[in-house]
């Protein structure tokens, strides 16, 4: 987990400074680990994250690559609150065997296992593509990116956004396209014959449909336009197969 950098929120006002940025209730972190993003005032994803308690401070689990820009944007956002941002030594450790001593559930999935912060980072060998595939579960970076809506991304179903805990940044369009509207894109797990590159346009009928992302075996997860989508898809020699929801 080398990949990870892990930023420490500290002073009076930090609770209460994160809660009205973020897609989750950070009241929430006393009873474990969190899962949330931060978004533009457009509702567009900017970062996916874990929050975990340490005392009174706040610790944020952030891919290295968004680590830099995130503090950045909460540092703009801090004003005249009593919050101090810094990024730590600490590394992630995680795994899906026995949890130990002072490790944290991943709240997305129960087959996600667990995450441990401290001075040793590292992972059990699970295959986490396979993991990811079978329940569509987006990764930084991959399945979720600038133009990603985190509705279209699953992050209800994943415990990331809470539609009851009031104003954070981009909650009106989140909000919107919960209650007022019908997904017609988003991530699903499709299968596959063959193999495409991790970004490859999928195709029906010589029309775009979507993109195909990370792929365990026969599956894949996939950016699909579901008016469009059917069993008789194409990426590149790949064929996929998408079951039709009712």
Known sequence: MSNRRILRLSGADTRDFLQGLITNDVTKVDQ???YAAMLTPQGKYLAD???????DDLLVDVDESLAAGLAKRLTMYRLRAKVTIEETDLAVRRGTGPTP???????RHPDLGWRAYGTESGEDGSNWDAIRV???IPETGIELGPESYILEAGFERLNGVDFRKGCYVGQEVTARMKHKTTLRKGLSTVA????????????RADKAVGTLFTQSGEHAIAYLRFDRAGDDMCAQDARVHWQVKT
């Open 32 to 34: 474990g680990l969190i």
């Open 49 to 55: 994250f874990f929050v975990a308690a340490d005392g």
């Open 101 to 107: 001593e002072g490790a944290l559930a991943d709240p």
């Open 134 to 136: 079978a329940h569509c």
């Open 192 to 203: 596959i014959e063959g193999s495409a590159p991790i970004g490859t346009e999928i195709r």
